[in-house]
């Protein structure tokens, strides 16, 4: 089980990273990553989120849509649960550290309709999941979205000074890096 765990984990970090193999959770991942600090910070309200979703969407669905036959209902149910992890995070966030809650700015509630945590929660359903695999694949996955946004943000940091061709800055810019990112990280699935 342990061994089974431990692959779940590296396979949704490195080897299907949500944002560079399943190009989930791009919106994000475009535009908090400019400072490496922000991005940490959206790395990790995502990590609880995605955590926190895969264990209770897994929980509703399996005790409740399920049991009731009710399993149709689980992409609306799922959303809801998302937007109310997400209004606690940014509760917390805005009391507890205003400079990262005024940082992340708009994208703090688009966690909500981001792509990437209803994703991870329908895989988990899709994959049928239990409890804690569920929760490994979510936390997974939110360290492997942490790890790409963080990565990015630093690479941008660092070529934000350079001289590049006027029709290159900006966007362009930015995603060819998100192109070699992914390419770079294609390099894992060998190893899975």
Not at 35 to 43: F, H, I, R, S, Y
Not at 61 to 75: A, G, I, S, W
């Amino acid at each position: 089980m342990a061994n089974t765990l431990f692959l779940v984990l590296i396979t949704t970090a490195l080897v299907n990273n949500v944002v560079l193999s399943q190009f989930l959770g791009i919106c994000p991942f475009l535009g908090v990553s400019k400072n490496v600090k922000t991005a940490g910070g959206m790395g990790g309200a995502v990590i609880f989120v995605i955590t926190l979703a895969s264990a209770v969407t897994s929980v509703i669905y399996t005790q409740v849509l399920e049991r009731f036959n009710l399993v149709y209902l689980k992409t609306i149910v799922f959303i809801l649960v998302i937007a109310f992890l997400v209004q606690l995070v940014e509760a917390f966030l805005k009391k507890m550290v205003p400079s990262l809650y005024r940082a992340l700015g708009v994208f703090l509630p688009l966690i909500t309709t981001n792509c990437a945590v209803l994703g991870v929660a329908l895989t988990n359903v899709q994959k049928e999941y239990d409890l804690i695999t569920s929760v490994v694949s979510g936390f997974g996955t939110a360290v492997g979205f942490t790890i790409a946004i963080v990565i990015m943000a630093s690479i941008r940091e660092k070529t934000e000074s350079n001289d590049f061709p006027e029709s290159f800055k900006g966007t362009p810019a930015v995603l060819l890096t998100a192109c070699l990112m992914s390419m770079a990280f294609f390099g894992f699935s060998s190893f899975a």
